[in-house]
């Protein structure tokens, strides 16, 4: 591996865009020398504002390039074995969230990649005031987390593959994944889901098939619950992303990853207040970059993904079937 890292990407779109910006935003540790799309002018184009080499035939740029980095930001329906094949080719992965739209595909993901650095995109994890939380989590100074409530309502029509659940999997399963894997980070793996669906707004838009109201409820047998609600009908241009976690001593309120209040369980003393303003895909490829170079697990492996994708696919399962899944 060279000093810097040799970073191809896969997939040229909005989040592909946010990815290279990021590595963009690290000079000295990567940079960016392919990117592989699926249209060979949008691809040129894309790959000429960042300096890198376009292809659009993805096993040809891994064998040209041999980066040493890969960042997977497909749709979740165009996931068809690149993963897997980067993996065994000894590439190091990013794959961004939901790694894939079955447990089938995923597991083989996590399997294949045992052996390189592989991390999944919930980049919410990589938040100054996420990572304070599980700091004072670590140290013992919030006690047992024992609720956890979170909500993400927006209102847009998104991507046209967005709006089909056989290409984008569901709202739960794109969009509300974030959140999921924050309860299950947080309370860890719950034991059952329940959960409600239905597209109430956009039925008269062709194609929009999927769910754009939902809640989801995470039960745990030792009582511990998550309250999980979504919607994509709320304010135009506003993406409300709001999270709560009540622990034994300590309650935190997060208005974003960034952002968040503290408070002591029984005292009258004025919060801890977390207040950034990082970027945190860059946050993200600084983790993946030192897990890299040291061989160490990064912070979000890919196992996360997997994980957090079967409690998205049950609370799926349970609102088609209306009933509690159990785990």
């Given amino acids: 591996m060279t000093a810097r890292l040799a970073v191809a990407l896969l997939g040229c779109g909005g989040i592909g865009a946010r990815h290279a910006d990021a590595v963009a935003k690290l000079p000295a540790v ?20 960042y300096g890198a080499k376009p292809f659009v035939d993805f096993d040809r740029m891994l064998e040209m390039t041999q980066p040493d980095l890969l960042i997977v930001a497909l749709p979740p329906f165009a996931h068809q074995g690149q993963v897997e094949a980067a993996a065994r080719a000894g590439v190091n992965l990013l794959v961004e969230k939901p790694i894939a739209l079955t447990m089938e595909r995923a597991e083989a993901q996590v399997a294949a990649a045992r052996d390189v650095v592989a991390s999944c995109g919930f980049m919410y994890r990589h938040g100054a005031a996420t990572r ?12 047992t987390a024992g609720h956890f409530s979170a909500q993400f309502h927006s209102n847009a029509l998104h991507a046209p593959w967005w709006r ?26 719950p034991q059952t889901v329940y959960a ?19 809640a989801i409820i995470l039960g745990y047998d030792d009582g511990r619950i998550g309250v999980l609600h979504a919607s994509n009908a709320a304010v135009p241009g506003k993406w409300a992303k709001q999270w709560q976690v009540v622990a034994r001593r300590m309650t935190g309120q997060f208005t974003d990853w960034n952002n968040a209040d503290f ?65």
């Fill in 196 to 214: 409600r669906a239905a597209n109430l707004y956009h039925r008269d838009v062709e194609r929009y098939d999927t769910e754009d109201v939902s």
């Fill in 30 to 49: 990567m940079h960016l020398v392919a990117c592989c799309g699926r249209e060979i002018e949008k691809t040129a184009a894309f790959a000429a504002r």
């Fill in 263 to 327: 408070f002591a369980t029984g005292s009258q003393a004025a919060p801890l207040k977390i207040r950034d303003e990082r970027d945190v895909f860059v946050a993200q490829l600084g983790d993946l970059a030192e897990a890299i170079r040291l061989r160490r697990p990064p912070l979000v492996p890919l196992a996360d993904g997997a994980a957090s994708l079967k409690i998205a696919l049950a609370a799926r399962q349970s609102a088609d079937e209306r009933r509690e899944i159990a785990l």
């Fill in 132 to 143: 304070a939380w599980d700091a004072a989590s670590a140290r013992g100074e919030s006690g």
């Fill in 164 to 189: 089909e659940r056989d290409k984008a999997g569901g709202q739960m399963v794109e969009q509300l994944i974030h959140l999921i894997d924050l309860a299950r980070h947080t309370l860890g793996m």
